[in-house]
């Protein structure tokens, strides 16, 4: 890849010998799909936004004025190896993995050409037999159980050292009994079960504290599909800035993650984590565990009690739904636990459909803005580009809160501007970011989770170091047992 400031434009070159794992050669034309597979409405993709809309002709090809998107030119033709992007103007995340300005990975055209973009997602070719570049392909797929990976014959590097890897799918419930019996050559730790296995012999612990975080959401308005952007709800229940802090004060984060965690979990104080060096803002304090603060702050903003339960400024009865995941043992305690901690300061708080959600089930409702969510508890993977217009941006589907102030959009687009370019003004910028998100409230980061695996101590090639890593996965071709 190459970036040209002065022409403005993004070169990206694919090796010769890079091939599918039908012995098609990656080419232009799938280094070029990929962006109008994000871009075109038939395909609904959650990763569509304004940043995307830097490349010329995307925004005109995105509402169906163009057939193709003109910013994207193939100098070798479609069959070459190369394409230029050219965009309004460059960015200064692009030089970091994870920008969402431009695409890190291809999709093959030859395969996938005949299937129209509305039947794509639910399509043979991405469902049941898709196409690899990498060590690996799909051999079986078994759903919601389990997936057997085979080597691809066509690997530029060659042949990976392992012949089969399967993933499974295990109840978080019996995680630790398959650590312990060994029954996994790698297996995720779930941290509550951390006392567990500690002991266990002939494994080596591989940690890390990923770039992630869990957070509190708040419904403060609503996707407008028509014009693509997010639109604030002036009658929204959370829609006061008090109401939302006092529900994060009222969270005993430290007790909880001690108690559940062993200290595996802990509470983070601001949306960019100290992962991030300089761009987090360490004097933030975040919302630690303060009863006293969340009544205040609840009758400042006068929500006053009226016997057991606090009534909306305008007296009438005030009944917030707050929507959470299952997936732990401990996932009902904790949340039986908050929903004490909110009834403590007064807040009719309900759990939405009265009990714990299957992640698909959780993500399509918070997606849809569902009426019978007020706020609730998810989580981020984040990418090595700090830049937050993807998640939080006014025209991003995946800021789930739906809040758009001129405030955030005028941040936003300030960190990602050609003054920022300048890494102690982008910095600047970034730390003004995160007081204005504390100070408002409308996401309230709450922990950040060592991530701990059990790696078979016969196994070699495995690690987590970034150069280990590709788009933040394991490159498995490396990954083999010891003689």
Do not use: C
Not at 19 to 29: I, L, M, T, Y
Not at 111 to 119: A, E, G
Not at 283 to 307: P, R, T, V, W
């Amino acid at each position: 890849m190459k970036i040209d400031k002065k022409a403005k434009t993004v070169t990206i070159t694919v090796k010769k010998g890079v091939k599918w794992s039908d012995g098609q050669q990656v080419n232009a034309k799938d280094l070029e799909y990929p962006y109008e597979i994000l871009a075109n409405k038939k395909t609904a993709a959650q990763r569509y936004d304004s940043t995307l809309e830097e490349i010329k002709g995307m925004k005109e090809y995105h509402e169906g004025k163009a057939k193709t998107i003109s910013g994207i030119e193939m100098p070798d033709g479609e069959k070459g190896r190369t394409i230029v992007i050219h965009y309004k103007e460059l960015k200064p995340g692009m030089y970091f993995s994870g920008n969402g300005y431009f695409w890190e990975s291809a999709a093959p055209y030859h395969y996938l050409k005949n299937v129209p973009f509305n039947k794509l997602q639910s399509s043979d070719q991405i469902r049941k037999k898709p196409l690899y570049f990498g060590p690996f392909k799909l051999d079986k797929l078994v759903r919601g159980q389990s997936v057997t990976w085979v080597p691809n014959k066509y690997y530029w590097r060659g042949k990976p050292k392992l012949d089969k890897i399967t993933i499974s799918v295990v109840n978080p419930n019996s995680a630790s009994q398959a650590i312990k019996s060994h029954k996994f050559d790698i297996a995720g730790v779930i941290n509550s079960q951390w006392d567990q296995v500690k002991n266990t012999k002939g494994v080596n612990w591989v940690a890390q504290v990923p770039l992630a975080y869990s957070y509190l959401g708040f419904k403060v308005g609503k996707w407008d599909s028509k014009t693509g952007k997010n639109v604030m709800d002036k009658n929204s229940k959370v829609g006061n800035k008090n109401l939302r802090k006092a529900i994060g004060y009222a969270m005993n984060l430290d007790a909880v993650n001690k108690r559940y965690t062993h200290g595996l979990s802990f509470r983070i104080n601001t949306l960019i984590p100290s992962g991030f060096g300089k761009y987090h803002d360490s004097s933030i304090k975040g919302f630690n565990y303060n009863l006293k603060k969340a009544n205040e702050l609840l009758d400042k903003a006068g929500y006053k009690k009226k016997g057991k339960w606090r009534v909306q400024p305008n007296g009438k009865p005030l009944v917030l739904h707050y929507a959470s995941m299952s997936g732990s043992a401990n996932a009902e305690a904790i949340t039986q636990n908050y929903l004490q901690q909110w009834h403590k300061i007064g807040l009719n708080v309900k759990l939405t459909g009265g009990r714990l959600m299957e992640f698909n089930s959780f993500y399509d409702k918070v997606q849809h803005d569902s009426k019978d969510i007020d706020f609730f508890s998810a989580g981020w993977s984040l990418a090595s580009e700090p830049s937050q217009a993807s998640m939080y941006g006014e025209t991003s589907p995946m800021n789930y809160e739906r809040f758009a102030t001129p405030e955030n959009n005028k941040l936003l687009a300030e960190m990602d501007s050609q003054k920022a370019f300048d890494t102690n003004y982008r910095i600047k910028v970034f730390h003004e970011w995160q007081k204005y998100m504390y100070d408002e409230a409308f996401v309230i980061p709450t922990n950040n989770s060592y991530s701990i695996s059990a790696v078979n101590n016969k196994l070699t090639g495995y690690s987590t170091k970034p150069s280990q890593n590709n788009n933040g996965h394991q490159l498995w071709y490396q990954v083999g047992y010891a003689k």
